[in-house]
């Protein structure tokens, strides 16, 4: 303390240890000041590590409780709590550690006690005592600035040839950025997919609800096979404009030969429409930056056709005889 440094990190929850040590990598001097004893924030003492670790204990428990009904039998199972908290102490302390290590490891300085920005350019901390004060100063921006300039420069390295990389902004031109962005407004993308047949079938709505979703199964009823089949089985996701006994029944009298199958969350892996959302959301949101809403619609509408041209029907190899076999195994087992 007392030092300047290019950059002063108060707090070291996962939003300022990772900032202190991607500063460091990239070649500024660093101090962090944390107020608690130990590294890591909220996240490492108080909140996702020490409640994955008791979540972890409480899988176990309930796991072994019912692991008699596929085939693991224990004669007593019981919760020890000062165990379970000691095991949780543990993994918070070497997440702790662990956060201490990165520091000495990326050269970053660390003091312990309470950080205030005294003064543009300085920061004062006043130890755990609150009486004993240090005092230190940021270089400026410049060393900031470099930074950035190098970062740049890496990227353009291992981007070139690509076309034009985005541009880093430069501290001071932050506010200049935030200022152009314009929120254009937001459409509802909704598709149906034929999974015997790779077919897809989009539409761009202004939002969702029943009469967008009536007017995406008019769209695929209205052609054929689907308009004259047996049978329409149309698998749905958690929506609740499709959903539940209503829902089916207000389809089936408009077009009687549908079925809807609403998956359960376990099932979603069985929804291709998801997939197929998850492809849209990376080949063509990503990033998320288009003129205006009918650039957006158009290019949602092209990559549908896009995608269709190179789909291939899905090739269901589970069949029913499997299914029936399955069953028969799982009927055979013991019940405990
Ligand atoms: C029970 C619980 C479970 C959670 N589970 C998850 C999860 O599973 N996944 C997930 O992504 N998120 C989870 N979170 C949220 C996650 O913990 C926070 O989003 C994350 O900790 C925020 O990080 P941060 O760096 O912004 O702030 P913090 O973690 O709050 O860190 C701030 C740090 O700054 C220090 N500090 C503050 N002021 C000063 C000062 N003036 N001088 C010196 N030091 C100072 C504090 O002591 C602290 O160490 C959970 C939160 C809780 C409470």
Redesign the pocket.
């Known amino acids: 303390m007392g030092d300047t440094y290019d950059l002063i990190v108060?707090?070291?929850?996962?939003?300022?240890?990772v900032c202190a040590i991607r500063a460091a990598q990239l070649g500024l001097s660093v101090l962090v000041?944390?107020?608690?004893a130990r590294?890591?924030?909220?996240?490492?003492?108080?909140?996702?590590i020490?409640?994955?670790a008791l979540l972890h204990t409480a899988d176990l428990l309930e796991e072994t409780r019912h692991g008699a009904e596929v085939g693991v039998a224990t004669r007593e199972v019981r919760l020890e709590l000062a165990a379970a908290m000691k095991h949780k102490e543990k993994v918070v302390r070497q997440s702790s550690n662990g956060v201490a290590f990165l520091m000495k490891k990326n050269k970053v300085d660390v003091v312990n006690?309470?950080?205030?920005i005294a003064a543009p350019g300085r920061v004062s901390?006043a130890g755990a005592d609150g009486r004993s004060q240090a005092e230190s100063s940021i270089a400026g921006p410049q060393a900031l600035a470099e930074a950035v300039e190098q970062y740049q420069a890496a990227f353009d390295r291992r981007h070139g040839g690509f076309g034009e990389s985005p541009k880093f902004p430069r501290p001071a031109e932050l506010l200049f950025l935030l200022r152009e962005y314009a929120r254009t407004g937001a459409c509802a993308y909704i598709a149906a997919w034929d999974v015997h047949r790779a077919k897809l079938f989009g539409r761009c709505e202004r939002k969702t609800g029943i009469a967008p979703f009536d007017r995406l199964v008019a769209q695929v009823m209205r052609e054929e096979p689907y308009r004259s089949a047996h049978r329409v089985f149309l698998i749905t996701d958690n929506g609740s404009s499709h959903r539940g006994r209503r829902a089916a029944n207000r389809l089936r009298t408009k077009w009687p030969n549908i079925i809807l199958v609403h998956t359960p969350l376990h099932a979603s892996w069985l929804n291709q429409g998801e997939i197929y959302f998850s492809v849209v959301q990376r080949k063509v949101l990503t990033p998320n930056d288009f003129a205006d809403l009918d650039t957006l619609q158009a290019q949602l509408l092209a990559f549908g056709r896009r995608y269709e041209e190179i789909a291939a029907p899905f090739q269901w190899k589970f069949t029913r005889e499997d299914l029936h076999k399955l069953l028969a195994k799982t009927n055979t087992q013991p019940a405990n």
């Open positions: 108060i707090g070291t929850g996962p939003g300022g240890y000041i944390e107020r608690e590294l890591g924030g909220v996240c490492t003492l108080r909140g996702c020490p409640t994955k006690g309470f950080g205030r901390v």
